[in-house]
């Protein structure tokens, strides 16, 4: 399994689903999926949307400078580990970030955010 | 059930860490046949050559002070991902780098767990 091309497929689809409607990261969570952000943790989809649409600020920008993958396991799941920047309309100095995903497939040949890690990096 | 997962998390990277500062050599007993290592890139199987990466790294000293562990059951059974942020202070540089880290850990079964997954970066300023 190519999990570099999958993972960058669907980082792409993630960050730009983000910047451009947040909302629909439904979609790519479950009851089941985790997310913990800056240490807070929260579960199941409608939580994690709801905190996401929450965050303080309406437009941002994701630049992804690295991803890496992995195989998690036989149930076809798979680890991907991100970091790049954060820019947030109207502020000077871009964020820098890394997450990390557990995507696990879905029946229909897609995958979904079974665990999600959001840490900022600080200077 | 949250609560046990992050002290399995936290136990896991003091003693990963420990190791790696004190005693590098002795890595190799926290990971397995399938485990997996991408560092900073480069994408490393198995035991041997994961031991081989980790020891021929270019300092002799380090030492890794950790800002952040999170952790989160990972579906499979008792399986744990650790997402680690920190600093690597190599012997002789003035500043530290900065890292993030995840881990994938699987129950051995004999009460500990070994490193199934595990993906390393620094993080430039």
Redesign the interface.
């Known amino acids: 399994m190519d999990s570099d091309a999958v993972a960058k497929a669907f980082v792409e689809h993630y960050y730009s689903t983000f910047d451009a409607n947040r909302a629909a990261l439904a979609n790519l969570y479950q009851d089941a999926s985790m997310l913990t952000f800056e240490g807070h943790k929260i579960m199941g989809s409608q939580n994690i949307v709801a905190k996401l649409t929450a965050l303080p600020f309406h437009q941002c920008q994701h630049l992804i400078t690295t991803v890496d993958s992995q195989p998690s396991g036989p149930a076809g799941g798979m680890l991907v580990f991100v970091s790049g920047n954060l820019q947030l309309s109207g502020e000077q100095h871009p964020l820098r970030f890394s997450q990390m995903f557990h995507l696990m497939p879905t029946p229909q040949g897609s995958f979904y955010v079974l665990n999600d890690i959001f840490r900022l990096n600080y200077a | 059930m949250?609560e046990q997962v992050e002290m399995v998390g936290k136990a896991f990277v003091d003693h990963y860490y420990h190791l790696f500062d004190n005693n590098r050599t002795e890595l190799v007993s926290l990971y397995q046949p399938t485990s997996?290592l991408?560092f900073e890139?480069q994408?490393i199987q198995g035991v041997d050559d994961i031991s081989a990466k980790l020891n021929q790294l270019p300092f002799d000293q380090c030492r890794h002070v950790i800002s952040?562990v999170?952790s989160?059951?990972?579906?499979?059974a008792g399986?744990v991902?650790v997402?680690v942020?920190g600093c690597l202070q190599l012997h002789g540089e003035e500043h530290p780098l900065?890292f993030?880290q995840?881990f994938?850990l699987?129950p051995t079964g004999q009460g500990s767990y070994f490193v199934?997954?595990d993906?390393f970066?620094l993080?430039y300023?």
């Not at chain 2, 989160?72 to 499979?76: D, H, L, M, V, Y």
């Open positions: 949250e997996m991408t890139g994408r952040t999170d989160q059951p990972s579906a499979f399986g991902v997402f942020s900065r993030s995840m994938h699987i199934q997954n993906m970066r993080n300023g």
